[in-house]
Each structure stands twice: as structure tokens, then as C-alpha cells.
């Protein structure tokens, strides 16, 4: 190459250098634009029930009652709970021998006796069988969410929820706060359908006879 040809060269390098500069500038000194998005959810429902539950005892010991099959979906406003209970007290058939002390369960015809009342649900563990309150037994506490891990004391039997006020819910799998587990939402909803499960228990002593009970499944605000 000759001399006058490398600074022909050298020039148009600079030339397009500069070019390039002068080209992006624009980018650098463009203004912030801000446009807005928005989106509606609209209700998709709720949740539905299918099942019944009758057990036909022959024998002392445990009794499976049946299955309930949870349905569908929800998306109120959070936070919210699905509880289950029973409400015995007002049991066309309980008469004046039924008392809240002994409320939860299936109650006899003449409200004198009762049979313990248990369900399963996948929230509470494959093999874990808890006992389900009566809305009038006497140490009845409702919901309340918590900001400590393992201190609730709420009676209430919870099936599924959102509160992202409950430390035992947000804490995540490892019950610590503030780890990477963290379920920052409480929320511990299950993916439908899910089945609950219920059984009771009858004793060797345990009166012959009807037992009934009125069980409730209901999503509330939680307070």
C-alpha cells in the first residue's frame, strides 16, 4: 500500500469512529417515557363440594365416613381462610342433654353422646388425621394470623388459605422467616380437585344407635 493510501485509510477509520458516536448520541439524551398498564381480574368462581359422608360401623375401631372432593377455584380478596367446624348446638336432635363441652363430633339422637370427628387433607400431611372443632365447644378460638413461627393458639381447623400475615405460612418448608423458601404470600392453596377424608373412632362401649352431625366447610376474611 502506499503511504498516501494508508492515510486515506487511517481517515476513513476516524471517519466512521465518529460517525458511529454521532449515531448514538441520540440514545443518551432521549427522555424517560412512562406508559401505563392495566389489567382486571374478574371472579373466577368458587369453590364446590362433592360427596357423603356415611359410615356403616361393624365393628369397634377406627370407621372411614367418606370423602369430600373440593372443586373449582377461588380468588376473593386475600387475606381469606377455608375453615371446617362443626355446629352441633342447634341440632334438631340433640334435646336438652347436649352440652358444649362435649359438642364436636357426631352427636347421638338424644345429644348425650358423641363419636370424635377426623378428617386428612394434603395441607395436613398424607397421614396426618386431625380432629375437627365444634363452633360452640367450650375453648373454641378462631383464626388469628401470627408474626412468630409455631405460637398460634386458634383452634379453628384450617383447610387452605392466603395470609401473608402468618409467619407459618410465609416461613416456607424450612419454618424459618427470611430465608430463600419464604412463601411471601402465605399462601397455601392446593391445586383442585383435592379430596378431604374423614373417619371416626368408635369405642367397644359406644351406645347403639344414630349419630348425626352438621359439618361446615367456609371461606372467611381472615381478621
Not at 417515557?33 to 365393628?59: C, H, N, Q, W
Amino acid at each position: 500500500m502506499k503511504p498516501k493510501d494508508k492515510k486515506m485509510t487511517a481517515k476513513c477509520l476516524i471517519l466512521a469512529l465518529v460517525t458511529g458516536l454521532t449515531m448514538a448520541s441520540p440514545a443518551f439524551a432521549a427522555g424517560r417515557t412512562e406508559i401505563m398498564a392495566r389489567a382486571t381480574v374478574p371472579s373466577f368462581g368458587t369453590y364446590s363440594f362433592e360427596g357423603v359422608l356415611a359410615g356403616d360401623v361393624t365393628k369397634p375401631g377406627l370407621c372411614e365416613l367418606g370423602t369430600i372432593t373440593v372443586k373449582g377455584t377461588y380468588n376473593g380478596p386475600y387475606p381469606w381462610v377455608m375453615r371446617i367446624y362443626t355446629d352441633n348446638l342447634n341440632f334438631a336432635g340433640a334435646g336438652e342433654g347436649f352440652g358444649t363441652e362435649n359438642s364436636a363430633g357426631l352427636v347421638s339422637k338424644d345429644g348425650k353422646y358423641t363419636l370424635p370427628l377426623q378428617a386428612n387433607c394434603a395441607n395436613w400431611g398424607m397421614d396426618e388425621w386431625l380432629r375437627i372443632p365444634d363452633l360452640n365447644e367450650e375453648g373454641y378460638k378462631p383464626y388469628s394470623p401470627t408474626a412468630e413461627v409455631g405460637v398460634g393458639t386458634h383452634t379453628d381447623r384450617i383447610i387452605t388459605a392466603i395470609d401473608p400475615r402468618n409467619a407459618d405460612w410465609v416461613s416456607g418448608p424450612d419454618r424459618v422467616l427470611f430465608t430463600p423458601d419464604d412463601n411471601i404470600l402465605g399462601d397455601i392453596t392446593m391445586e383442585t380437585p383435592f379430596d378431604i377424608k374423614f373417619r371416626t373412632n368408635i369405642g367397644p362401649n359406644t351406645p347403639m344407635g344414630n349419630y348425626e352431625g352438621r359439618i361446615y366447610i367456609e371461606i372467611v376474611p381472615a381478621p
